[in-house]
T-cell receptor
Framework: TQLLEQSPQFLSIQEGENLTVYCNSSSVFSSLQWYRQEPGEGPVLLVTVVTGGEVKKLKRLTFQFGDARKDSSLHITAAQPGDTGLYLCAGGRSNFGNEKLTFGTGTRLTIIP | EPEVTQTPSHQVTQMGQEVILRCVPISNHLYFYWYRQILGQKVEFLVSFYNNEISEKSEIFDDQFSVERPDGSNFTLKIRSTKLEDSAMYFC?????????????FGEGSRLTVL
């Protein structure tokens, strides 16, 4: 069974601070996706990384896929209250055929104004 | 903006009853999925569906579960005889392409409560 552990599970920081959320596994994934989920809604895709060592930026969010494709990180610069939410990483096993995602345990982020 | 829609948003049922959760995927998508999230736990894959047949299913998706695409628009998940542990939020998702190239679009979920 493939497992993805996210840390921290909960994070509460002041507006303007930087933060990093980690997603770790002992398994290799062909792709790693980050989602954000609001209460009462489904996950919304933020980014997909597929190459070991890949770094992608989405405004103040920086996503990195580990060299061995077993881990990933999400770094937020100058956090804003609008960043508050549940962040999920999800690993994919194959880059062809139907994708079965293994979701992480989630990091609930709260940005205090 | 196209979206995946799910009905009902919340269903309460008695243990042992049959439940059908409905989903309307994005119209030009070809790959369909059901995931579930038990309260406080992580999102779990149930089943993927392509070309009118199941592509892959998890160990959760036992004989009590079935999926169907009865017409060109709906994609349904049926639970034949619900158990207490089936209580969860069920998410439908669809994608235009397979694998990592295809972004999964999730619906807002159907909350199932089994009493």
């Amino acid at each position: 069974t493939q497992l993805l552990e996210q840390s921290p599970q909960f994070l509460s920081i002041q507006e303007g601070e930087n933060l990093t959320v980690y997603c770790n596994s002992s398994s290799v994934f062909s792709s790693l996706q980050w989602y954000r989920q609001e209460p009462g809604e489904g996950p919304v895709l933020l980014v997909t990384v597929v190459t070991g060592g890949e770094v992608k930026k989405l405004k103040r969010l920086t996503f990195q896929f580990g060299d061995a494709r077993k881990d990933s990180s999400l770094h937020i610069t100058a956090a804003q209250p609008g960043d508050t939410g549940l962040y999920l990483c999800a690993g994919g096993r194959s880059n062809f055929g139907n994708e079965k995602l293994t979701f992480g345990t989630g990091t609930r982020l709260t940005i205090i104004p | 903006e196209p979206e995946v829609t799910q009905t009902p948003s919340h269903q309460v049922t008695q243990m042992g009853q049959e439940v059908i959760l409905r989903c309307v995927p994005i119209s030009n998508h070809l790959y369909f999925y059901w995931y579930r999230q038990i309260l406080g736990q992580k999102v779990e894959f149930l089943v993927s569906f392509y070309n009118n047949e199941i592509s892959e299913k998890s160990e959760i998706f036992d004989d009590q579960f079935s999926v169907e695409r009865p017409d060109g628009s709906n994609f349904t998940l049926k639970i034949r005889s619900t158990k207490l542990e089936d209580s969860a939020m069920y998410f439908c998702a669809s994608s235009a392409d397979p694998g990592w190239a295809g972004e999964l679009f999730f619906g807002e979920g159907s909350r199932l409560t089994v009493l």
